[in-house]
């Protein structure tokens, strides 16, 4: 897969390598222009509630059709209620949403996981479990946090409705070339049931910023993402959009082919593409990256949000720091740090353990996979959360929840007084009933801490499954390396 | 979509970095189905009290600002989520460009789509358009913006300007490869999904 190229100079041949993404994307392009965006064939599609209404419309007004339905699989996730399915949805507003999902994929031939269905869930849970994300393909929805499919070696990113339409009209996108950027992830974690993987991801977001991966595609590499269960990398890779890159990867390896075998819709000449993608699927040693960055782990600490974007994090060990330390001398890092902390409530020099919480939310597409419930469910074994903390759980899909259930974990959470919910987005954009109340404040382990972001006037603090656990059970946040599992 | 035309307005400067799409659009307004009646919405959290009155210290509120068609705001505008309604909102409400230090990359896209024009410009020019209170032009054809004392140029892919001065429709465009689309069809290793 060498890419020849000759300088103009000499005319010496020379090898270029080449980086996984730019091996996914070559094997995409359908037109390619000098100086202009390429066309590239989008292999999956993946449709939710909120953002395809007006791309549907969009066809009819046209007289389209969707060009390739066995390439697009909807389910509904934003906006449904996770309290009892058989029951009616009491927000007019979602249940025409949702309505007119179930309405376009019968008019135009697109396979639904609707409400009843046992494989509905979060649209990025379901994916890998069905084996409907393969290693080597491109992969689309009208979700940012598309990325997290990037996990298993695909290029998968976030687009907007109209681009939704473009995608149905053509199963194609006209884009520009990403730059590739590497992140090595060195080192081993001493605690890796208290050290997760969302704390590597938040580590990171810290230390490039929001914006630190503008107009590129991440791969993660180092022994730090090899040792990652493929749930794990699911949670780095997810990401990815935080640190505001178009996209994150991670080059498949037996683990990747291991999760994929067997799976509800794995093709079933499965085992001939696995060796395809072992040959195929990983970066030339000689290979050029536009960025390099490197986050060494032996020694970092669960993470804890304390602003209003995911890169305004800190160590549980420390205290909210000032503007001042935040920003650096960027006055408008140090404005933007200014009004974080008016709108959360918080003062410079707290300590973050000293933080009371209101909520806490396990759940949604970064950390509501059955390992996260798994890990939570080991500090909330035998002990109750605190009587000022109402908590839930939102397991990422039914057969998530049916995995757990099955396991007996909804029992541990449920004597702990968690509630136990059906599967959905839920509070990590509240746009269905499970919402903060103004002033209230939530340790979660979904991906955004926006102003509002989980209800007008909430205020959200991003964490790890383990330490919205311990935070739930001590009414503040604790460093949950000092909690002892059961 | 409707081409893109001269404009001259006053700007509304929102000094703030990292907008994102969350503030833009609100979640509980992405319920709608259609693309209009977004603007009402647009910085709703940031425009109105919990009683739905205006706040008066936002400076969408300024009746200075009524009739802008500018938005000058801070690095990384349009972060977070996809949603495009972020885009209609800001169109539906009166706006034509953005201009800011960076943009998020889907967000920057979306505008494309839409006929809204993000303009990127170095942050010392930002902060300078953000003190101007005359009216100025922005002349896509020319890529230049003119205020009272200065014209300043700015840089943008001759694809893009010529999707937005033709209002082009991307998907008859590339309805037209229907020809390479079938032929890499035809090799493509990869499985269907069911």
Not at chain 1, 154 to 183: C, M, N, R
Not at chain 2, 145 to 155: A, H, L, N, R, Y
Request: glycine share 6%; proline share 4%.
């Amino acid at each position: 897969m060498n890419l020849v190229a000759y300088s103009s100079t000499n005319q010496s041949k020379i090898i270029m390598g080449k980086t996984l993404f730019e091996k996914i994307w070559d094997a995409h392009i359908v037109v390619e222009k000098k100086n202009n965006p390429s066309l590239i064939y989008i292999d999956r599609h993946l449709i939710h509630e909120v953002t395809s209404p007006q791309a549907f419309d969009g066809l009819r007004m046209n007289h389209r059709s969707v060009r390739r339905p066995d390439l697009t699989i909807a389910t509904m996730d934003h906006n449904v209620p996770t309290t009892d399915r058989s029951l009616p949805i009491l927000d007019q507003t979602s249940a025409i949403q949702i309505r007119t999902l179930e309405k376009n994929c019968k008019d135009f031939g697109i396979q639904l996981f609707d409400i009843t269905s046992h494989d509905q869930g979060i649209v990025h849970v379901i994916g890998p479990q069905l084996g409907i994300t393969l290693p080597g393909t491109t992969i689309v929805c009208g979700d940012s946090h598309t990325s997290t499919h990037g996990a298993f070696g695909t290029l998968s990113f976030g687009i907007g409705t109209s681009e939704v339409e473009h995608v149905l009209a053509s199963q194609t996108l006209w884009l520009d070339k990403p730059k590739p950027f590497e992140i090595r992830v060195e080192g081993k974690r001493k605690n890796p049931h208290a050290v997760t993987a969302k704390d590597i991801i938040l580590s990171i977001i810290k230390n490039i910023g929001t914006a630190g991966g503008t107009g590129t595609v991440i791969e993660y590499r180092g022994d730090g993402i090899s040792d990652l269960s493929m749930e794990q990398r699911m949670t780095i890779c997810n990401m990815s959009i935080e640190a505001g890159a178009r996209a994150g990867l991670i080059a498949p390896d037996e683990k990747t082919f291991d999760y994929l075998r067997d799976r509800k819709y794995t093709p079933k000449n499965y085992e001939s593409l696995v060796d395809y993608w072992k040959d195929h699927l990983k970066t030339d040693s000689d290979a050029k990256f536009e960025k390099i960055y490197t986050l060494h782990i032996d020694n970092i600490a669960p993470q804890v949000s304390w602003g209003t974007n995911p890169g305004m994090t800190c160590d549980v060990t420390e205290s909210v720091p000032s503007p001042e330390d935040f920003s650096k001398g960027d006055h408008n890092q140090k404005k933007g740090a200014e009004k974080a902390l008016e709108y959360m409530d918080l003062k410079p020099g707290i300590l973050i353990t000293e933080i009371k919480i209101d909520r806490v939310f396990i759940g949604s597409c970064t950390n509501a996979r059955l390992e996260d419930l798994i890990e939570a469910s080991k500090i909330i074994k035998g002990r109750k959360i605190s009587p000022h903390v109402r908590a839930m759980v939102v397991p990422g899909s039914q057969m998530v929840k049916k995995q757990a259930e099955d396991l007996g974990i909804d029992k541990i959470f449920t004597d702990a007084n968690f509630e136990w919910r059906e599967s959905g987005c839920s509070m990590c954009l509240g746009m269905n009933p499970d919402i903060l109340s103004p002033g209230e404040r939530c340790a979660s382990t979904s991906n955004r801490n926006f102003e509002g972001r989980q209800g007008t006037g909430g205020r959200t603090h991003l964490v790890s499954p383990v330490m919205a656990a311990a935070a739930a059970i001590e009414g503040h946040f604790v460093d949950v390396r000092k909690m002892d599992l059961n | 979509m409707q081409s893109f035309k001269k404009i001259k307005t006053v700007i509304t400067p929102l000094d703030q970095v990292n907008v994102d799409t969350d503030q833009i659009v609100p979640k509980q307004f992405l319920k709608l189905v259609q693309k209009s009646g977004f603007g009402k919405f647009l910085f709703y959290d940031w425009r109105y009290d919990d009683q739905e009155n205006l706040k008066s210290d936002f400076i969408l509120n300024n009746e200075k600002y009524k009739n802008s068609k500018i938005l000058v705001a801070g690095d990384n505008f349009g972060c977070g989520s996809s949603r495009e309604h972020a885009v209609w909102a800001l169109q539906d409400y009166g706006f034509s460009v953005i201009v800011a230090p960076s943009f998020a990359d889907i967000f920057y896209s979306n505008c494309f789509k839409n006929g809204l024009l993000p303009i990127v410009l170095e942050e010392k020019i930002v902060e300078k358009l953000q003190r101007e209170t005359g009216m100025i032009e922005v002349d896509l054809e020319n890529q230049i913006i003119k205020t009272s004392s200065e014209e300043i140029p700015f840089d943008i892919d001759l694809h893009k300007k010529q999707i937005l001065l033709e209002g082009l429709d991307d998907i008859a465009q590339t309805l037209q490869y229907e020809k390479e689309i079938s032929e890499f069809e035809k090799q493509s290793k990869t499985p269907s999904v069911l």
